[in-house]
């Protein structure tokens, strides 16, 4: 079965994973909070990244940046005079919208006006009598540039004020601290470094549930490379993340790559893939992979006046590194683990159970345990649950029958229940049931966490 955005949207509510914000005041519009296993699971999806793209990893290292950077950083880039979107507001209902979206959603995809200037998308727009999603009118404003960054002031008193913005991409704190990272980290090329962190863009269009927020996390490599050598990079990373996402078992159908047209390339990029997946409304993009030239460290350069080339050791030759980045997005590959691990198993002929089968590295909860009569069992559960809770993530739930909280279980993805019944008392046994085969096996309880930790790292 195919869960639909509401339907998920209705899970995650319903078992604590996301929560529309600030829920109690009515809610500000596509903010969204995540619950305890939301948190769980999110960090549990940056761990792992972190893992295969920094800690485990032979070429990278880490580095975690602030949120508010120098404001040249974002003249230097060009996010000040460039990072716009065309935005349009329909004058029947008020509702805003992204030209280019626009005739993309009229057109079905067919017609891409990105790369078009104004002019020429507002001529089509009229032209081709695009009608406001929303209402159906065709009254709309002309069109204005949207600077997409989030603004704010620094300092205390209307004097010292500045004006600063609140990073839109994590990367640009890593180009920053470039000369530091090489300097300390004894690191040569190629290498790279990655982080994760909060980004901020203030869009026009968010929706699809997390897909498109605001506020939300990114998980960026800026991986440095002598120029030359940067297609064979490209390729490296673009396979890389490929064999990331089928790791934690994203099924490979549901992945596609996108390489962009050389002709509508971002003027500083010589190569980009978006890997896609597939959404509910359709294949979207995942996660970006470009190859940046030295684009970013050019600009800083020359915006700080600090020598940011690299020394050749072996030929002393000196030059900027080219980047390759790949830069994806927490709550994107959140929604699809959840696409792609729910689904609800006939389990026999009559009967069916909510599944989220997860990877385990990633199940928000590892063991669930379960004292079988809570009159009689839960003082040896929760003995077991406090002997389990130096190990693993656990969850301790004595609510209604053993069969239900199996289920609830399922539907949350936990790889492991523990059942505490009248012959643990007796022999200081319990029984493990397996979340995909639902088998149960009998354990002594000093075997129970070494057998948990094997069968978890399966
Ligand atoms: N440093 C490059 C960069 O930021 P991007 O394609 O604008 O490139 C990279 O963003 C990734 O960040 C996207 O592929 C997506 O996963 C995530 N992302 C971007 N905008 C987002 C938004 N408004 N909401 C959620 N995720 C977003």
Redesign the pocket.
Same mark, same amino acid.
């Given at each position: 079965m195919k869960y639909t955005l509401e339907q998920l949207f209705a899970y995650s509510k319903q078992y604590g994973f996301i929560f529309q914000g600030s829920e109690i005041y009515g809610g500000l519009a596509n903010t969204w909070d995540f619950g305890p296993l939301g948190v769980s699971l999110k960090n549990n999806i940056k761990k792992i990244w972190w893992e295969e793209f920094v800690s485990k990893n032979k070429y990278n290292v880490g580095i975690d940046s602030s949120i508010l950077l120098n404001p040249k950083t974002w003249e230097a880039t060009g996010h000040v005079s460039g990072f716009k979107d065309p935005l349009m507001d329909c004058k029947v209902c008020k509702a805003r919208h992204r030209a280019d979206n626009l005739i993309a959603r009229a057109t079905n995809n067919e017609v891409d006006a990105d790369g078009w200037d104004y002019q020429q998308m507002h001529d089509y727009i009229i032209e081709n009598k695009i009608k406001c999603p929303n209402c159906g009118g065709f009254d709309y404003t002309p069109i204005r540039e949207f600077n997409l960054m989030f603004k704010t002031q620094q300092g205390v008193t209307t004097e010292s004020t500045s004006d600063i913005y609140l990073r =839109? $991409?994590? +990367?640009q704190g890593i180009f920053l601290n470039f000369k530091n990272v090489l300097r300390t980290s004894r690191k040569k090329l190629p290498f790279g470094i990655g982080q994760i962190g909060k980004?901020f /863009?203030n @869009?026009i269009t =968010?929706g699809n549930f997390? %897909?498109? &927020? /605001?506020e %939300?996390e990114?998980m $960026?490599l800026e991986f440095f490379c002598k120029p030359g050598t940067e297609f064979e990079w490209f390729d490296y990373w673009k396979q890389f993340a490929a064999d990331f996402l089928t790791n934690i078992g994203i099924k490979s159908e549901n992945v596609k790559f996108y390489d962009h047209l050389k002709e509508k390339l971002s003027f500083y990029s010589n190569a980009t893939t978006?890997v896609l997946y597939r959404y509910p409304w359709g294949f979207d @993009? !995942?996660? #970006?992979i +470009?190859s940046r030239t030295n684009y970013d460290l050019s600009r800083h350069q020359e915006y700080s006046g600090q020598k940011l080339e690299y020394q050749d050791p072996q030929t002393n030759e000196s030059y900027l590194p080219y980047v390759i $980045?790949p830069? !994806? #997005? &927490? $709550? /994107? !590959?959140f929604l699809a683990v959840l696409i792609d691990s729910l689904e609800e198993e006939q389990i026999n002929e009559t009967e069916t159970r909510t599944l989220l089968r997860i990877d385990k590295r990633l199940a928000p909860i590892k063991v669930s345990v379960f004292p079988l009569v809570k009159k009689y069992h839960s003082a040896k559960a929760e003995e077991v649950y406090e002997l389990l809770l130096t190990d693993f993530e656990v969850s301790y739930d004595d609510t209604g029958n053993i069969g239900k909280r199996y289920r609830r279980a399922d539907a949350i993805g936990t790889p492991y229940c523990v059942t505490i019944d009248q012959q643990t008392l007796e022999d200081n046994t319990v029984t493990v049931r397996e979340r995909d085969s639902m088998e149960q096996v009998r354990l002594s309880l000093s075997k129970l966490n070494e057998y948990l930790n094997k069968e978890l790292k399966k």
């Open positions: =839109p $991409e994590t +990367a980004s /863009r @869009e =968010p997390i %897909f498109r &927020v /605001r %939300f990114q $960026e978006d @993009e !995942l996660w #970006g +470009a $980045e830069s !994806l #997005g &927490v $709550e /994107r !590959l």
